[in-house]
């Protein structure tokens, strides 16, 4: 079945400065890719998705990049801001079910 | 659009009592919905895929006697779980599948529901 890996499981940024979190997955026939971030207490929240005919997508300070012959996919978060600070999931989509990564969780400093 | 709700949002009960999780889709109607279950500071991790009008399907390891689901409308899911002991204490979150949202892979969740077992 599909496995996905996500790294760091931790980032600490400066206000300002961009973070890169990544993740690679095992199926090749995975086909959709989402990023989630989770607030403290609440359910996850989509902030992107890429499928697998783009190679990269964006949405204001946000962007992912797929690399479909590697295998594996990144979210770009340009510009931080503290309100960026959470945790956040990629997922593969393995016959219409979700693989989760470890999520990342980060902190944005002021 | 695409949201999802749960309740209640939080649920304290005593061991050996059933306790009932509402999931709805609020603007969309949704043939499949996903439960989830969340430890502390873990990634989440399916349960079981809820399609209306059919059994529910469960990953493995997951009691289907113990969690049972519940998919009768293109709006609402029910998870129970029954008889439940203090290591069923969790987060549940359900996702919704919105079918016009791209190619329908989309997943929407709600806010999650905080169970906790005495």
């Known amino acids: 079945g599909e496995n996905v890996e996500q790294h760091p499981s931790t980032l600490s940024v400066q206000e300002g400065d961009s973070a890169v979190i990544k993740c690679t997955y095992s199926d090749s026939a995975s086909n959709y890719f989402p990023w989630y971030k989770q607030e403290l207490g609440k359910g996850p929240q989509l902030i992107i998705d890429?499928?697998?005919?783009?190679g990269e997508k964006k949405d204001q300070r946000i962007a992912v990049t797929l690399n479909k012959t590697a295998k594996h996919f990144s979210l770009h978060i340009t510009e931080t801001q503290p309100e960026d600070s959470a945790v956040y999931f990629c997922a593969a989509d393995s016959s219409y079910k979700l693989i989760f990564g470890s999520g990342t969780r980060l902190l944005v400093r002021p | 659009g695409a949201v999802v709700s749960q309740h209640p949002s939080w649920v304290i009960c005593k061991s050996g009592t059933s306790v009932k999780i509402e999931c709805r889709s609020l603007d969309f109607q949704a043939t499949t919905m996903f439960w989830y279950r969340q430890f502390p500071k873990q990634s989440l991790m399916l349960m079981a895929t809820s399609n209306e009008g059919s059994k529910a399907t469960y990953e493995q390891g997951v009691e289907k006697d113990k969690f049972l689901i519940n998919h009768a409308s293109l709006t609402l899911s029910t998870l129970t779980v029954t008889s439940a002991h203090p290591e069923d204490s969790s987060f549940y979150i359900c996702?919704?599948?919105?079918?016009?949202?791209?190619?329908?892979?989309?997943?929407?969740f709600g806010p999650g529901t905080r169970l906790l077992v005495l």
């Open positions: 996702s919704a599948r919105d079918p016009t949202h791209g190619s329908g892979e989309t997943q929407y």
């Open positions: 890429i499928r697998s005919n783009v």
